[in-house]
């Protein structure tokens, strides 16, 4: 079965740097999401992506966020300064092409840990 | 603000029993939700959703069952077994982003 990978699974980086988080979205996907889930807290959403611009996007995703299809497969999120609060699980999501658009399928995450 | 809230935050039952987790949302104009399933260290995994034009949906053991004159969202599982164990979230669409609840840490006990 299709699936969302992320990698890498856990980055560690000084507060101040910058990090790139990369995702797959399942191939025939069309829709592309990124949520972040600080420790013990919700899922928060921050950012959704089709046809190579952004849909929308939440409060969080501000000027030190960004997000990018380099080509056919990847989705990337990248923070250009860290901040501590900005350690977190990012998971990446996809969703089929529109009339199942809701669906939206989930990577395993990777864990942001900024020091 | 709208928001979309879990009433209990740790649910335990025994092996076989079923189990019964609740979802509060007051946005009275959401039209689909869904349920999710997160197990330690991993992504939320969808495991059945409903659209406000029905008031029940079932799946494999699971079963959505949404209340509009309330605002109430529920997900029953039969047979709980020890595999159901994680963290279940209700979430609500809004426009093309999800919006989740707290969640409800469910554990079953052998």
């Known amino acids: 079965e299709p699936e969302v990978t992320q990698t890498p699974s856990h980055q560690v980086t000084q507060m101040g740097q910058e990090v790139i988080l990369r995702c797959v979205p399942i191939?025939?996907?069309?829709?592309f999401y990124w949520y972040r889930q600080i420790l013990g807290q919700k899922v928060e959403f921050l950012v959704s992506f089709y046809n190579n611009e952004i849909s929308e996007k939440s409060e969080i995703f501000d000027d030190q966020f960004s997000v990018e299809r380099p080509d056919g497969s990847n989705f990337t999120l990248k923070i250009r300064s860290t901040k501590l609060e900005d350690s977190a699980m990012y998971f990446c999501?996809?969703?089929?092409?529109?009339?199942?658009?809701?669906?939206?399928?989930f990577g395993p995450g990777t864990r942001l840990t900024v020091t | 603000g709208e928001s979309v809230g879990l009433h209990l935050p740790t649910l335990s039952v025994q092996e076989g029993d079923n189990s019964i987790i609740n979802c509060a949302y007051s946005?009275?104009?959401?039209?689909?939700f869904i349920w999710y399933k997160q197990e330690s260290g991993k992504g939320p995994q969808f495991i059945i959703d409903i659209r406000s034009n029905m008031d029940k949906r079932q799946g494999q053991r699971v079963t959505v069952l949404l209340n509009k004159t309330v605002k109430h969202l529920s997900l029953q599982i039969a047979a709980t077994q020890p595999g159901d164990s994680a963290v279940y979230f209700c979430a609500e669409k809004q426009g093309g982003k999800l919006i989740f609840g707290q969640g409800t840490e469910l554990s079953v006990k052998p």
């Open positions: 946005n009275s104009a959401s039209d689909y």
């Open positions: 191939s025939n996907h069309l829709y």
């Open positions: 999501a996809s969703s089929p092409p529109s009339g199942r658009a809701s669906e939206q399928y």
